[in-house]
């Protein structure tokens, strides 16, 4: 029913209460269009100064969604997930709560805290046992685990992604997907070498995206973790760097596709031409005594056995 009751000036305070209650209310957050339909009594100084109050107490953010600004409001604190804990356990909670996915050392939690190793080992075991927090062993490093939040997902620097499972790189794993990449690519070659088309458009038919790798490595069903595109491209570059497939960048119209192709060996070339140090893309940090040097280098150990 229509009324001819005006509605009454709101405070500042009030504005700032309305806005938060739509901002809860939303979980993909409030433009400033819809606070302007919304709350259509207050002029666009109030508005602006209730918006300006709340993000600068820390109460709402303005973030990005789709082309759109949107007022969200803030996590709230999430230190008071640690029920019954005392200040210290909070900070240490917090501590790693920063550190996202990637985790944090014991060593600088203790650095972070100022607190005594026996003080931060006690709070971490009651944090893992009330499930807030979880231990993660990294690749970087054996023997050492950086904690981070209970319902995240390692970062792959911590996991060391597809390639390793507990901390072991698994070689027969990445061998057994670099040959089946190589077949996919070599009967791509050959049922393109078998079609009537021109010597330029059977060159083209050869080419597979790395998608289309992905799906067919994914269909064989030999890998117990899921691969991404980025995983298998991964080991296509270990087969670009063995001289055995070539790519190519095609421009698409959302971006760009990178497409694959066995490469035919015409003529052997000889041992000398073959040494892996010209195309070794760690050729400049390979040196005795370092990560990577030729005693230790297996493609090297194979150019070795093979010519020698
Ligand atoms: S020895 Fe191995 S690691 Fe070193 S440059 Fe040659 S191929 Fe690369």
């Keep these: 029913m229509a009324t001819n009751i005006k509605d009454e000036p709101m405070e500042v305070e009030q504005v700032e209460a309305r806005i938060l209650e739509l901002c809860l209310g939303s979980v993909k ?32 953010d303005l973030m990005k969604s789709g082309s759109q600004l949107v007022y969200k409001v803030k996590d709230p604190d999430s230190t008071s997930k640690v029920k019954g804990g ?102 791509r070659l050959e049922l393109a070498a078998d079609m009537n088309v021109d010597p330029a458009a059977r060159m083209n038919k050869a080419y597979a995206t790395s998608l289309d790798i992905t799906k067919y490595i994914s269909e064989l069903g030999i890998s117990k973790v899921e691969l991404s595109v980025e995983d298998i491209e991964t080991i296509l570059n270990t087969l670009i760097y063995d001289g055995k497939v070539e790519h190519t960048i095609m421009a698409t119209a959302t971006g760009q596709k990178k497409l694959y ?7 052997q070339s000889t041992g000398l031409m073959r040494t892996p140090c010209g195309v070794c893309p760690v050729f400049k940090d390979c040196k005795e005594g370092g990560i990577v040097s030729p005693s230790t280098c297996v493609y090297m150990k194979d150019w070795l056995d093979i010519n020698f």
């Design 261 to 267: 192709r066995a490469m035919r060996q015409i003529t």
């Design 29 to 60: 957050g409030v433009t400033d269009q819809q606070l302007q339909t919304l709350i259509p009594n207050i002029s666009p100084t109030q508005r602006v100064t209730a918006v300006n109050k709340l993000l600068q107490n820390g109460k709402i």
């Design 86 to 187: 005392d200040n210290q356990e909070k900070l240490v909670y917090q501590i790693i709560e920063e550190s996202g996915n990637k985790g944090i050392w014991i060593r600088d939690i203790r650095w972070k805290s100022n607190l005594l190793l026996t003080q931060v080992n006690k709070i971490l075991k009651s944090l893992e046992s009330k499930k807030l927090i979880k231990a993660v062993k990294s690749v970087a490093a054996s023997k050492k685990k950086v904690y981070m939040l209970f319902n995240l997902e390692p970062d792959r620097s911590v996991t060391g992604g597809a390639w390793y499972s507990d901390q072991d790189f698994e070689a027969e794993f990445v061998d057994i997907l670099n040959q089946q990449c190589f077949k996919f690519l070599e009967q």
